[in-house]
């Protein structure tokens, strides 16, 4: 079993940056790649960022290429994305996500495991 727990949302306004962390627990050896997801209200949950554990190879959405940063520290067992010039179109529940494979998906259904949810507001 593993777990994931999300910290580091809250309300800023355009332009801002937040800093979002992730902690895995439990069964964390069986983690090979994590993701960062966010739902909007009305929309489906999409993709932002996803990191290959081992590979330390990433990938981004493209609406968020050149602000958004993720990044690992396994040592912590955690998982961070750097948000900066947040726009009010950012504005979304962020989920953190794992999977017990290496290579890093794009896709909601590659992955198995999922934290609550923290959410950020980005005013205009």
């Known amino acids: 079993q593993v777990q994931l727990v999300e910290s580091g949302g809250g309300l800023v306004q355009a332009g801002d940056s937040l800093r979002l962390s992730c902690g895995a627990s439990?069964?964390?050896?069986?983690?090979?790649?994590m993701g960062w997801f966010r739902q909007a209200p009305g929309k489906e949950r999409e993709f932002v960022a996803a990191i290959s554990w081992s590979l330390g190879t990433t990938h981004y959405a493209d609406s968020v290429k050149g602000r958004f940063t993720i990044s690992r520290d396994n040592a912590k067992n955690t998982v961070y994305l750097q948000m900066n010039s947040l726009k009010p179109d950012d504005t979304a529940v962020y989920y953190c996500?794992?999977?017990?494979?290496?290579?890093?998906?794009?896709?909601?259904?590659?992955?198995?495991?999922w934290g609550q949810g923290t959410q950020v507001t980005v005013s205009s």
């Open positions: 439990g069964r964390t050896f069986s983690i090979y790649s």
């Open positions: 996500a794992a999977r017990s494979a290496i290579v890093a998906v794009t896709t909601v259904n590659g992955y198995n495991y």
